[in-house]
């Protein structure tokens, strides 16, 4: 089974803070992709990541990070950590090709307060 | 411009009752479509997917979907639900070419009745 991981299930962080969430996959997949999910909104991409120390920027980028120096992992940063970026944070990964043909298995999620 | 639209945010049924969860899209060509569950606390699961071919798709937990081009949607659905079907459920199109970028839907919260 693919697995995905994340560092942390809950984080609370004051307002000014530089925030790292990680995530990890042991499938060996190309493609990795940070995603926030709020309520009513749906999930909305952050950033993709198609192979080591490639990335994309998704639809909100502006914020946030990333760095991609491992194949299995993938690190979503918060430079400077403002209240409306709390959220539920999704990382999730996908086999190589076509990104859009691709199943994508998600991890358990970070819910990140900032205060 | 490509969107999912799920227009039922909440859906309360009976156990045992069947279930349809409506997803419309619009995108200029066929798309890949998904259905994603989530459970309370968890990361998103996938039900089940159509990519070409038969336009019922059989799933994981007894789901099913139907791909209609005609009316642009790929509604979910389970003939008897049970209490552990309670979850959130998202309708998700994968681009056929050129981008990256899944389109996701808000999301419909299903409630079980005991």
């Known amino acids: 089974d693919v697995k995905v991981t994340q560092s942390s299930r809950y984080l609370v962080k004051r307002t000014g803070e530089k925030v790292f969430l990680e995530c990890v996959q042991d499938?060996?997949?190309?493609?990795m992709f940070w995603y926030r999910q709020d309520p009513g909104l749906g999930l909305r991409l952050i950033y993709f990541?198609?192979?080591?120390?490639?990335?994309e920027k998704g639809d909100i980028p502006e914020g946030y990070s990333v760095s991609r120096e491992k194949k299995e992992r993938f690190s979503l940063i918060l430079e400077s950590a403002s209240t409306n970026q709390t959220s539920m944070y999704l990382c999730?990964?996908?086999?190589?090709?076509?990104?859009?043909?691709?199943?994508?298995?998600f991890g358990p999620g970070t819910r990140l307060t900032v205060t | 411009a490509q969107s999912v639209t799920q227009p039922d945010i909440h859906i309360t049924v009976s156990e045992g009752a069947s279930l349809e969860l409506r997803c419309n899209y619009s995108?200029?060509?066929?798309?890949?479509l998904f259905w994603y569950v989530q459970s309370p606390g968890q990361g998103l699961q996938l039900l089940l997917k159509?990519?070409?071919?038969?336009?019922l798709v059989q799933g994981i937990k007894g789901f099913e979907a139907e791909f209609k081009r005609s009316q642009s949607s790929f509604n979910l659905r389970k003939p008897s639900v049970h209490w552990s079907d309670a979850a959130e459920y998202f309708c998700a199109v994968g681009p056929t070419s050129g981008t990256y970028k899944y389109i996701f839907g808000t999301g419909t919260r299903l409630k079980v009745l005991a």
């Open positions: 999730a990964s996908s086999s190589p090709g076509q990104p859009g043909a691709r199943e994508q298995y």
């Open positions: 990541s198609y192979d080591v120390k490639m990335k």
């Open positions: 499938m060996d997949h190309e493609n």
């Open positions: 995108y200029g060509a066929t798309p890949y």
């Open positions: 159509y990519f070409s071919g038969d336009t």
